[in-house]
T-cell receptor, first 110, second 112 residues
Framework: TQLLEQSPQFLSIQEGENLTVYCNSS?????LQWYRQEPGEGPVLLVTVVTGGEVKKLKRLTFQFGDARKDSSLHITAAQPGDTGLYLCAGLFGNEKLTFGTGTRLTIIP | DTAVSQTPKYLVTQMGNDKSIKCEQN?????MYWYKQDSKKFLKIMFSYNNKELIINETVPNRFSPKSPDKAHLNLHINSLELGDSAVYFC???????????FGPGTRLTVT
Protein backbone atom coordinates (compact mmCIF):
# COMPACT_ATOMS: atom_id res chain seq x y z
CA THR A 1 0.00 0.00 0.00
CA GLN A 2 1.45 3.36 -1.04
CA LEU A 3 1.65 5.98 1.68
CA LEU A 4 2.04 9.72 1.18
CA GLU A 5 3.21 11.65 4.19
CA GLN A 6 2.67 15.39 4.27
CA SER A 7 4.48 17.80 6.55
CA PRO A 8 3.74 19.79 8.46
CA GLN A 9 0.38 18.45 9.51
CA PHE A 10 -0.67 21.89 10.80
CA LEU A 11 0.77 25.30 9.94
CA SER A 12 -0.36 28.68 11.21
CA ILE A 13 1.50 31.77 10.00
CA GLN A 14 1.05 35.50 9.64
CA GLU A 15 -0.18 37.11 6.46
CA GLY A 16 2.73 38.03 4.20
CA GLU A 17 5.03 35.21 5.28
CA ASN A 18 6.31 32.45 3.01
CA LEU A 19 5.78 28.74 3.63
CA THR A 20 6.54 25.32 2.17
CA VAL A 21 4.52 22.13 2.44
CA TYR A 22 6.06 18.75 1.66
CA CYS A 23 4.69 15.49 0.31
CA ASN A 24 6.85 12.37 0.52
CA SER A 25 6.54 8.75 -0.48
CA SER A 26 8.80 5.73 -0.76
CA UNK A 27 7.14 4.83 -4.06
CA UNK A 28 7.50 6.40 -7.50
CA UNK A 29 4.47 8.27 -8.81
CA UNK A 30 3.23 8.32 -12.41
CA UNK A 31 2.07 11.84 -11.63
CA LEU A 32 1.21 13.94 -8.62
CA GLN A 33 -1.64 16.33 -8.00
CA TRP A 34 -2.18 19.05 -5.41
CA TYR A 35 -5.65 19.92 -4.15
CA ARG A 36 -7.01 22.55 -1.78
CA GLN A 37 -10.09 21.85 0.30
CA GLU A 38 -12.09 24.48 2.15
CA PRO A 39 -14.48 23.67 5.01
CA GLY A 40 -17.75 22.12 3.82
CA GLU A 41 -16.53 21.66 0.26
CA GLY A 42 -14.81 19.06 -1.85
CA PRO A 43 -11.13 19.21 -2.83
CA VAL A 44 -10.33 21.42 -5.81
CA LEU A 45 -7.44 20.56 -8.10
CA LEU A 46 -4.63 23.13 -8.14
CA VAL A 47 -2.02 21.49 -10.34
CA THR A 48 -0.75 18.22 -11.80
CA VAL A 49 2.97 17.51 -12.18
CA VAL A 50 4.20 14.66 -14.31
CA THR A 51 7.91 14.96 -15.09
CA GLY A 52 10.66 14.54 -12.49
CA GLY A 53 12.09 17.95 -11.57
CA GLU A 54 9.09 19.76 -13.01
CA VAL A 55 8.21 23.17 -11.56
CA LYS A 56 4.81 24.79 -12.04
CA LYS A 57 3.66 28.19 -10.87
CA LEU A 58 0.15 29.31 -10.08
CA LYS A 59 0.33 32.99 -9.09
CA ARG A 60 2.00 32.93 -5.64
CA LEU A 61 2.05 29.12 -5.47
CA THR A 62 5.04 27.16 -6.76
CA PHE A 63 4.84 23.39 -7.10
CA GLN A 64 7.87 21.19 -7.56
CA PHE A 65 8.10 17.49 -8.39
CA GLY A 66 11.15 15.69 -7.10
CA ASP A 67 13.71 14.39 -9.61
CA ALA A 68 12.98 10.78 -8.60
CA ARG A 69 9.20 11.40 -8.67
CA LYS A 70 8.85 10.28 -5.05
CA ASP A 71 8.25 13.67 -3.46
CA SER A 72 6.80 17.09 -4.10
CA SER A 73 6.65 20.50 -2.48
CA LEU A 74 4.27 23.43 -2.51
CA HIS A 75 5.70 26.86 -1.74
CA ILE A 76 3.46 29.86 -1.10
CA THR A 77 4.93 33.34 -1.27
CA ALA A 78 3.42 36.22 0.71
CA ALA A 79 0.59 34.14 2.11
CA GLN A 80 -2.86 35.70 2.27
CA PRO A 81 -5.92 34.77 4.38
CA GLY A 82 -7.56 33.38 1.24
CA ASP A 83 -4.84 30.69 1.16
CA THR A 84 -6.28 29.15 4.33
CA GLY A 85 -7.44 25.58 3.78
CA LEU A 86 -6.50 21.92 3.76
CA TYR A 87 -3.82 21.13 1.19
CA LEU A 88 -3.74 17.57 -0.11
CA CYS A 89 -1.20 15.95 -2.35
CA ALA A 90 -2.35 12.91 -4.30
CA GLY A 91 -0.15 10.47 -6.16
CA LEU A 92 -1.10 8.36 -9.10
CA PHE A 93 0.52 4.94 -9.14
CA GLY A 94 0.41 2.85 -12.28
CA ASN A 95 -2.26 5.04 -13.83
CA GLU A 96 -4.96 3.57 -11.62
CA LYS A 97 -6.09 4.91 -8.31
CA LEU A 98 -5.23 8.21 -6.74
CA THR A 99 -3.75 7.91 -3.26
CA PHE A 100 -4.15 11.01 -1.11
CA GLY A 101 -1.64 12.34 1.37
CA THR A 102 -2.24 12.91 5.05
CA GLY A 103 -3.00 16.62 4.48
CA THR A 104 -1.67 19.94 5.73
CA ARG A 105 -4.06 22.32 7.46
CA LEU A 106 -2.90 25.85 6.71
CA THR A 107 -4.16 28.91 8.57
CA ILE A 108 -3.11 32.39 7.55
CA ILE A 109 -3.59 34.96 10.27
CA PRO A 110 -4.49 38.46 9.05
CA ASP B 1 -24.20 24.75 -13.38
CA THR B 2 -22.75 22.42 -10.78
CA ALA B 3 -20.26 19.99 -12.31
CA VAL B 4 -20.49 17.22 -9.71
CA SER B 5 -23.48 17.24 -7.40
CA GLN B 6 -24.38 15.04 -4.45
CA THR B 7 -27.55 14.58 -2.45
CA PRO B 8 -28.17 14.86 0.38
CA LYS B 9 -25.62 17.31 1.78
CA TYR B 10 -26.30 16.10 5.32
CA LEU B 11 -27.64 12.76 6.47
CA VAL B 12 -28.35 11.87 10.09
CA THR B 13 -29.64 8.39 10.77
CA GLN B 14 -29.69 5.65 13.38
CA MET B 15 -27.58 2.53 13.54
CA GLY B 16 -28.99 -0.36 11.55
CA ASN B 17 -30.76 1.77 8.98
CA ASP B 18 -30.16 1.60 5.21
CA LYS B 19 -29.44 4.81 3.31
CA SER B 20 -28.40 5.97 -0.16
CA ILE B 21 -26.33 8.88 -1.41
CA LYS B 22 -26.71 10.05 -4.99
CA CYS B 23 -24.12 11.57 -7.29
CA GLU B 24 -24.42 13.12 -10.71
CA GLN B 25 -21.84 14.73 -13.00
CA ASN B 26 -22.58 16.84 -16.06
CA UNK B 27 -19.01 16.96 -17.33
CA UNK B 28 -19.32 14.08 -19.74
CA UNK B 29 -16.65 12.15 -17.85
CA UNK B 30 -16.23 8.39 -18.19
CA UNK B 31 -14.95 7.66 -14.67
CA MET B 32 -16.61 8.24 -11.31
CA TYR B 33 -15.43 7.62 -7.76
CA TRP B 34 -16.55 7.41 -4.17
CA TYR B 35 -14.21 8.55 -1.41
CA LYS B 36 -14.56 8.55 2.39
CA GLN B 37 -13.01 11.35 4.45
CA ASP B 38 -12.66 10.60 8.14
CA SER B 39 -12.54 12.98 11.10
CA LYS B 40 -8.80 13.47 10.60
CA LYS B 41 -9.48 14.61 7.02
CA PHE B 42 -7.85 11.54 5.51
CA LEU B 43 -9.38 10.92 2.09
CA LYS B 44 -9.55 7.30 0.99
CA ILE B 45 -10.92 5.85 -2.21
CA MET B 46 -13.73 3.32 -1.90
CA PHE B 47 -14.88 2.59 -5.44
CA SER B 48 -14.23 3.61 -9.00
CA TYR B 49 -16.40 3.06 -12.05
CA ASN B 50 -15.42 3.50 -15.67
CA ASN B 51 -18.22 3.53 -18.23
CA LYS B 52 -20.55 1.97 -15.65
CA GLU B 53 -18.09 -0.85 -14.89
CA LEU B 54 -16.51 -1.31 -11.48
CA ILE B 55 -12.73 -0.99 -11.77
CA ILE B 56 -11.59 -0.25 -8.21
CA ASN B 57 -13.11 -1.82 -5.14
CA GLU B 58 -11.04 -1.17 -2.07
CA THR B 59 -11.41 -3.19 1.11
CA VAL B 60 -14.79 -1.78 1.92
CA PRO B 61 -17.40 -3.78 3.87
CA ASN B 62 -19.96 -5.37 1.56
CA ARG B 63 -22.63 -3.31 3.34
CA PHE B 64 -21.54 -0.62 0.87
CA SER B 65 -22.84 -1.16 -2.65
CA PRO B 66 -22.26 1.30 -5.48
CA LYS B 67 -24.59 1.42 -8.45
CA SER B 68 -24.01 3.19 -11.75
CA PRO B 69 -27.22 3.36 -13.80
CA ASP B 70 -25.41 5.38 -16.48
CA LYS B 71 -22.10 7.18 -17.02
CA ALA B 72 -23.35 10.38 -15.38
CA HIS B 73 -24.54 8.80 -12.14
CA LEU B 74 -22.92 6.82 -9.37
CA ASN B 75 -24.98 6.14 -6.27
CA LEU B 76 -23.85 4.63 -2.98
CA HIS B 77 -26.14 2.45 -0.93
CA ILE B 78 -25.21 1.54 2.62
CA ASN B 79 -26.94 -1.26 4.53
CA SER B 80 -27.07 -1.74 8.30
CA LEU B 81 -25.32 1.50 9.12
CA GLU B 82 -22.75 1.46 11.93
CA LEU B 83 -21.33 4.25 14.09
CA GLY B 84 -17.99 3.93 12.30
CA ASP B 85 -19.63 4.82 9.01
CA SER B 86 -19.94 8.43 10.17
CA ALA B 87 -17.78 10.48 7.82
CA VAL B 88 -17.96 12.79 4.84
CA TYR B 89 -18.44 10.93 1.58
CA PHE B 90 -17.24 12.54 -1.63
CA CYS B 91 -18.15 11.68 -5.16
CA UNK B 92 -15.71 12.63 -7.93
CA UNK B 93 -15.37 12.22 -11.66
CA UNK B 94 -12.60 12.36 -14.24
CA UNK B 95 -12.41 12.29 -18.00
CA UNK B 96 -10.81 8.88 -17.78
CA UNK B 97 -8.88 6.82 -15.24
CA UNK B 98 -5.76 8.61 -14.04
CA UNK B 99 -6.72 12.13 -15.14
CA UNK B 100 -7.64 15.12 -12.99
CA UNK B 101 -10.57 14.54 -10.68
CA UNK B 102 -13.46 16.90 -9.94
CA PHE B 103 -15.10 16.50 -6.57
CA GLY B 104 -18.64 17.02 -5.40
CA PRO B 105 -19.45 19.06 -2.27
CA GLY B 106 -19.62 15.97 -0.04
CA THR B 107 -22.31 14.29 2.06
CA ARG B 108 -21.82 14.42 5.81
CA LEU B 109 -23.19 11.19 7.23
CA THR B 110 -23.78 10.96 10.95
CA VAL B 111 -24.85 7.65 12.44
CA THR B 112 -26.28 7.81 15.94
Amino acid sequence: TQLLEQSPQFLSIQEGENLTVYCNSSSVFSSLQWYRQEPGEGPVLLVTVVTGGEVKKLKRLTFQFGDARKDSSLHITAAQPGDTGLYLCAGLFGNEKLTFGTGTRLTIIP
Amino acid sequence: DTAVSQTPKYLVTQMGNDKSIKCEQNLGHDTMYWYKQDSKKFLKIMFSYNNKELIINETVPNRFSPKSPDKAHLNLHINSLELGDSAVYFCASSRQTGTSQYFGPGTRLTVT
